[in-house]
């Protein structure tokens, strides 16, 4: 948080500003796409159900716009709702595979015998303060 000056002389708490993510910049098509597709299969999921979308809103305490947003492929919606509207609509136990560390071909391959629980460097915390 930074201090500012205000009109009355008051210091006043602000967040600072964050350089934005190259990520939002520039999404990468895979990344759209695969939002775009989560979207449009929770969407079908939904009228299945024969649910509005004030009606999941409504279950998960959010704006139907949020959901809209969210069956829309919108990058900046967060995860907790996607997951969200997987529970609402009993569809929670498909996330389970998701990356799943047993099925990670890529990363077994470069683990090999020296598997971390973190990735910090060799030797442990520094002590030089």
Same mark, same amino acid.
């Given at each position: 948080?930074?201090?500012?000056? $205000?009109? !009355?002389?008051?210091?006043?708490? !602000?967040?600072?500003?964050?350089?934005?993510? $190259? =990520?939002?910049?520039?999404?990468?098509?895979?990344?759209?796409?695969?939002?775009?597709?989560?979207? #449009?299969?929770?969407?079908?999921?939904?009228?299945?159900?024969?649910? #509005?979308?004030?009606?999941?809103? &409504?279950? =998960?305490?959010?704006?139907?716009?949020?959901? #809209?947003?969210?069956?829309?492929?919108?990058? *900046?919606?967060?995860?907790?709702?996607?997951?969200?509207?997987?529970?609402?609509?009993?569809?929670?136990?498909?996330?389970?595979?998701?990356?799943?560390?047993?099925?990670?071909?890529? *990363?077994?391959? =470069?683990? *090999?015998?020296?598997?971390?629980?973190?990735?910090? &460097?060799? &030797?442990?915390? !520094?002590?030089?303060?």
């Amino acid at each position: 948080m930074s201090l500012r000056p $205000q009109e !009355s002389g008051e210091l006043s708490r !602000s967040a600072p500003k964050l350089p934005r993510s $190259q =990520l939002t910049k520039a999404t990468p098509f895979a990344v759209e796409d695969a939002l775009k597709r989560l979207g #449009s299969n929770l969407r079908t999921a939904r009228l299945r159900r024969n649910l #509005s979308l004030a009606e999941l809103a &409504g279950k =998960l305490g959010v704006d139907r716009h949020v959901l #809209s947003d969210a069956e829309n492929g919108k990058f *900046g919606t967060s995860a907790g709702i996607y997951v969200g509207m997987l529970w609402a609509m009993n569809l929670l136990p498909s996330l389970d595979g998701v990356a799943d560390p047993k099925a990670d071909e890529e *990363g077994l391959a =470069l683990s *090999g015998l020296d598997e971390r629980e973190r990735a910090r &460097g060799a &030797g442990g915390p !520094s002590n030089a303060f």
